[in-house]
């Protein structure tokens, strides 16, 4: 078993979460049908999957780390975007 960097795992569940909320954020910027956000979310999204790649490819001891923080990105994202039942969808034009 490989040593595992403390400050590259923190590094690479950081990347991943940040990832993952900017996923979240581009989805949402879609269903809005935002086409500048959501072009702009999925660049952000992009360079951000890149670091994390990058990062755990020389050890796959670090996918694990960027699972769990791709799950806390994901999480932390829909627990910002939650809207109570029958609310528009945030980045929803004003009717």
Avoid: Q
Avoid at 45 to 54: K, P
Avoid at 57 to 65: G, K, R
Avoid at 87 to 94: D, E, I, N, R
């Amino acid at each position: 078993m490989a040593t595992i960097d403390p400050l590259i795992a923190g590094a690479v569940f950081v990347a991943t979460a940040a990832t993952d909320a900017v996923y979240v954020m581009f989805t949402s910027a879609v269903i809005a049908r935002r086409r500048v956000p959501a072009a702009n979310w999925s660049a952000i999204w992009y360079l951000l999957s890149s670091y994390a790649v990058i990062s755990y490819t020389e050890n796959a001891f670090y996918v694990a780390f960027a699972a769990i923080g791709s799950w806390a990105g994901a999480y932390a994202s829909l627990t910002f975007l939650h809207r109570p039942p029958g609310g528009p969808p945030v980045g929803a034009a004003p009717e």
